[in-house]
C-alpha cells in the first residue's frame, strides 16, 4: 500500500540579496515526507537547513518551486482560510530555547501565542485549558503557565517550546536543531518526548541537524544537505550503513571539511581518499536502488554502483 505523502518540497529555490550581492540558501532542493515519519535533514552550518524550514512555515520567500502540504499547494499566494489552516497545521520548534522565549513574558503568553494569532479558541477558559493540557502533555505542571522563562532549566524551557507547537494541534513540527543548544545530560530527554509526542499524537516531524549521529535514532529517513543542494538522501539505516556521497562520509567519520572558499575556487574537492570533482560534468540525481537517491557525475555514480554490486 503506498504511504501517504504529507509534505513535497519540489526545486526549492531560496535566494538572499540581489543582483551581486544575490546568494543562493537553497539550490533546487526536492523532497516528500510522509505523514507519521521522522524525515532528517543534516548538513553543516550554512548548508541551508534552516531555510528549507523557514521556506516551509513561509518566513522566509522562496525564489522557485514549489512547497505541497496535504496536496495542496502553500507557497506564493494563497487563499487567506489556507493561510490560516497552514499556520495552525505546521509548527517550528527552535534550536536555542533561551532566545526563542520572550523573557518578559509569562508562560502562558508564549505558549498561546499562535493561538492569540489565528483565534483559535473561543472562549478564555477554553485558551487556558488549551495551555494547562500542552503544558501537562510535554511534562510540565499547569501551574507553571503564571511563571516566566528564566525561572526554567534549558530543559524545561524546550518543553515550552515544544508546548507552544503543540497547543495548535499540528500535523508536521519541524524540529530546527532542537537539542543542540541544550545541555548533553538532557539531551535524550527532549528526543524521548518528541518520539512519545509522534507515537500519541500521530505527529510528523521535520528533524534538522547538523551531527548525523543526533539523527541515527530518531530518523526513517534522511536527506544529507550540503551548499544548499540535497547530495544523498536514503533510509537512516542504510546511510549508516552504507553511505554513498563523499559529503555523507565525512559527516559519518567527522572529517573536518575543506574550506568552502578554496573549494569553489578549484571545483575539486577531496573528501578523506575520494576525489569528488564538480567540474567533470554537471551533477545529476540519480536513483541507486529504490528510495535511494545520490547527487553526483556520472563517473562517480559509475563508481558507486559498481561498490554497491
Ligand atoms: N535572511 C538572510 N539573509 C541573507 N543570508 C541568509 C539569511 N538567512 C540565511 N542566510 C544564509 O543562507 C545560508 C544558509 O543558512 P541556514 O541558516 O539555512 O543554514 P543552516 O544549515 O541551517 O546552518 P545553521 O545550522 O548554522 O543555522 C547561510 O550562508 C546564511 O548565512
Known sequence: MDREILLEVKNLKVEFGAKKNKFTAVDGVSFHIYKGETFGLVGESGS???TIGRAIVRINEISDGEIIFKGKKISGKIDPQLDKEIT?????????????LNERSKVDYIVSEGLYNIKNYKSEEERKQKVAKSLMD?????????????????????????ARALIMEPELIIAD???????????????NLLSEL???????????????S???????RVAVIHKGKIVE?????????????????ALLSSIPLPDPKRERKKKLIEYNSNIHDYSIDKPKWVEIRHGHYIFGNEIEIEKWKKGLK
Do not use: C, W
Not at 198 to 212: C, S, V
Not at 235 to 243: G, L, R, S, V, Y
Open 48 to 50: 541551508g537547513k534552516t
Open 88 to 100: 495552525r497545521q505546521i509548527q517550528m520548534i527552535f534550536q536555542d530555547p533561551i532566545a526563542s
Open 138 to 162: 510535554v511534562g510540565l505542571l499547569p501551574e507553571f503557565a503564571s511563571r516566566f522563562p528564566h525561572e526554567f532549566s534549558g530543559g524545561q524551557r524546550q518543553r515550552i517550546g515544544v
Open 177 to 191: 536543531e532542537p537539542i543542540s543548544a541544550l545541555d548533553v545530560s538532557i539531551r535524550a530527554q527532549v528526543l
Open 198 to 212: 509522534q507515537r500519541e499524537k500521530g505527529l510528523t516531524y521535520l528533524f534538522i541537524a547538523h551531527d548525523l
Open 214 to 220: 543526533v539523527v541515527r535514532f530518531i530518523t526513517d
Open 233 to 249: 538522501l536514503a533510509d537512516t539505516q542504510e546511510i549508516f550503513k552504507n553511505p554513498l556521497h563523499p559529503y555523507t562520509k
